[in-house]
């Protein structure tokens, strides 16, 4: 009962951080940045605004794009999804049927870097980033960690099966003095952001 109860603060972390991503989605989707000063309250003012933007060749046409990116990552999703074509896929890919699921929605996050002139993701990424993360796992690993150890039971084989995974995801950090002072910048950097004044906030 004690491990399962140890799963009850990580569902619920879990689920906050799915909530507050889905508020900076509603928020980050919101036509506000783009009209800029039209005021949030609503009134004539408001309302000429958005008939303006609406009108707008500059502003609808990058909502063109963004529509037709988005219909086409959600489009693979449920076609690949449905239940014709995930028998047809597995009738002829077999047990590689969920990687040419995840094959199929790198792709489509490739084609929406293609068009917005993006290039590789991780070309974005700076010198000492890409050195971080040559030195450790990714961070899902330690979802997988805990989906090993924290359980009821614990047979001889799962025993070991977590043992040699851990082992495996341990010897592959590397971090050092350098990497550090990365993370430690990084830290102090975001610290910064969040304490600065809101836009429209009193200083």
């Not at 889905?22 to 004539?44: M, N």
């Amino acid at each position: 009962m004690a491990p399962a109860l140890l799963l009850v603060p990580a569902a619920l972390a879990s689920f906050i951080l799915a909530f507050g991503t889905g508020v900076e989605f509603v928020r980050f989707t919101s036509l506000q940045p783009l009209l800029g000063g039209i005021p949030e309250s609503g009134g004539a003012d408001a309302r000429q605004g958005w008939l303006a933007a609406l009108q707008d060749h500059s502003i609808l046409a990058p909502l063109a794009w963004d529509l037709g990116l988005l219909l086409l990552f959600v489009g693979q999703h449920s076609l690949m999804a449905a239940e014709k074509v995930k028998a047809w896929t597995c009738r002829y890919f077999g047990v590689l049927q969920r990687s040419l699921y995840v094959a199929c929605t790198a792709l489509a996050l490739q084609v929406y870097y293609h068009v917005l002139g993006l290039g590789e993701p991780l070309a974005l990424k700076s010198p000492r980033a890409l050195r971080l993360f040559s030195h450790l796992r990714h961070p899902v690993c330690v979802e997988l960690l805990t989906v090993l150890w924290v359980v009821p039971k614990l047979g001889t084989d799962r025993l070991l099966l977590a043992l040699l995974l851990t082992l495996y995801l341990g010897l592959a950090h590397g971090l050092d003095q350098q990497d550090l002072r990365y993370l430690r910048a990084q830290l102090q950097r975001k610290l910064h952001l969040l304490s600065r004044p809101q836009d429209g906030e009193a200083e």
